[in-house]
């Protein structure tokens, strides 16, 4: 493969595949980066509305804690963060509970649940929570935290795998979040730039479908979105950092097959999640005392039992949550249906006629991850007793193929943005390791 085009093909310019082409082009490679939308940011994704007064993001929201891969990329970006409100209002039976701090007891919950997974074997998190020893009111809060944090159905996921996420979000002070007040894609736009141009180029709407390996190089095929036509180019390693969901629907072609590392990815589970950004004409919940200073509110409604607030910035826009199971019984439904879903639950959390809602609304955004053929969902968790599986898609194959991506992330940050970053670091290194071995 000595007449290789590319040192490197980095297949996807989200987190992850940005910051390997970024460290392998300052590192002298030829990087060429093939990504199948026509942006860069991938389940990054921030409108820039002119009628709303800050960004809104359609995929990731939220710096949760101090990585210190993003704060890195923050303070040489120059860019503005700052810390979200915290405060949580219950609200059962369409009424605040001022009595219940929901926070408080999510966490007891799930401090017995780190001390059950680190003393028995691995279950999910509904066979613990059947038998654990708290009342109906925590359990039902805890439950519907873990389903909805971690997009992950409650009769599936690992015990282990939330209590390694929980010690990894402690160790960076997970329990507080930021946002960036610039935009999310502001940070992926300042990894695109750091890369080296003189070695590395990004292809945007270009649709990888295949590659041929062995263990002296690869032919990556793609075709173009936009004209329709098909290319190939020769490359001395690939790196995969497509979604989890897109390897686990095989659109994507390994001749020869690589089937321990398809195996991995199929053990893993791929949450769904609904998010609805809606904008009213002004912040009408400010004027009752119970959500003033909410930043979230959370409830038992059907479809969106989650919203929060862009708090302490004061902008009239509430974003409606929806994940795991409530998310997947919406998945298929028209747009419409599902705003009039996420408007008759507001509506009985705030304790408004829908009617008097609608009236306020002005505009509303969202994307259906579920159904981006370039993402079918949001991200990754493990089903119990599937550790392992992370660990062997990370792993990659005879020096060729090299794999990152949140889902391939190691030290309990899968499912985040810094976590992404890290993966992408990480394979950089590799392939730069593999290259000098040679």
């Known amino acids: 493969m000595s007449s290789a085009e590319w040192d490197v093909v980095v297949i996807g310019a989200g987190a992850a595949g940005l910051t390997a082409y970024r460290d392998l082009t300052l590192a002298g490679l030829r990087v060429l980066c093939l990504e199948a939308r026509d942006r860069v940011g991938g389940r990054l994704l921030t409108v820039h509305d002119p009628l709303a007064p800050i960004p809104v ?16 990329i923050v303070r040489q970006a120059g860019l503005t963060i700052y810390d979200c409100a915290e405060r949580a209002v219950r609200i059962r039976d ?3 509970d001022a009595r219940l701090p929901a926070w408080e007891l999510v966490g007891q919950v799930m401090q017995d ?12 998190f509904e066979t613990f929570i059947r038998d654990a020893k708290h009342a109906e009111e925590p359990k039902r809060l805890a439950t519907s935290y873990v389903e909805g944090f971690n997009a992950a159905r409650k009769e599936i996921v690992s015990i282990q795998s939330l209590a390694e996420d929980s010690r990894a979000a402690d160790a960076i002070e997970g329990d ?25 180029r990004v292809e945007l709407n270009a649709v990888v479908h295949g590659i041929d390996w062995n263990s002296d190089g690869a032919d990556v095929h793609f075709r173009s979105a936009l004209a329709g036509t098909e290319d190939r180019v020769r490359t001395r390693y690939v790196l995969v950092t497509v979604p989890l969901g897109v390897l686990q629907a095989g659109s994507m072609r390994f001749t020869p097959e690589i089937p321990e590392t398809i195996q991995a990815a199929c053990r893993l589970k791929f949450g769904h999640v609904i998010r609805v950004i809606v904008c009213f004409r002004e912040p009408f919940w400010e004027a009752q005392e119970d959500f003033a200073n909410a930043g979230f509110l959370l409830s038992d409604e059907k479809h969106f039992p989650t919203w929060w607030t862009t708090l302490p910035v004061h902008a009239p826009i509430l974003v409606g949550w929806s994940a795991a199971s409530r998310a997947e019984e919406m998945m298929g439904e028209p747009r419409e249906s599902v705003l009039q879903f996420a408007i008759a ?18 505009a509303v955004h969202y994307h259906p991850w579920h159904e981006d053929p370039f993402a079918l969902g949001a991200y990754s968790y493990v ?13 990659s194959v005879k020096n060729s193929l090299f794999f990152a991506g949140e889902a391939t992330e190691l030290n309990g940050h899968s499912a985040t943005v810094h976590g992404a970053i890290a993966t992408g670091k990480r394979a950089a290194a590799e392939i730069i390791n593999a290259r000098n071995g040679e």
Not at 57 to 72: K, M, N
Not at 113 to 124: F, H, K, L, Q, Y
Not at 345 to 362: I, K, Q, T
Not at 383 to 395: C, E, F, T, V
């Open 57 to 72: 993001e359609l995929g990731a929201e939220f710096v949760h804690g101090r990585p210190r891969e993003t704060w890195e």
């Open 94 to 96: 369409g009424k605040p």
């Open 113 to 124: 649940m780190e001390r059950r997974a680190s003393s028995g074997p691995d279950i999910s």
């Open 176 to 200: 507080q979040s930021y946002r960036i007040l610039n935009g999310y894609d502001a940070l992926a736009l300042h990894i695109l730039r750091s890369g080296s141009t003189h070695t590395g």
């Open 345 to 362: 639950d507001l509506a009985r959390v705030m304790g408004y006629a829908p009617p008097r809602l609608w009236s306020f609304l002005e």
């Open 383 to 395: 089903p119990a007793g599937a550790l392992p599986a992370r660990r062997a898609l990370a792993q």
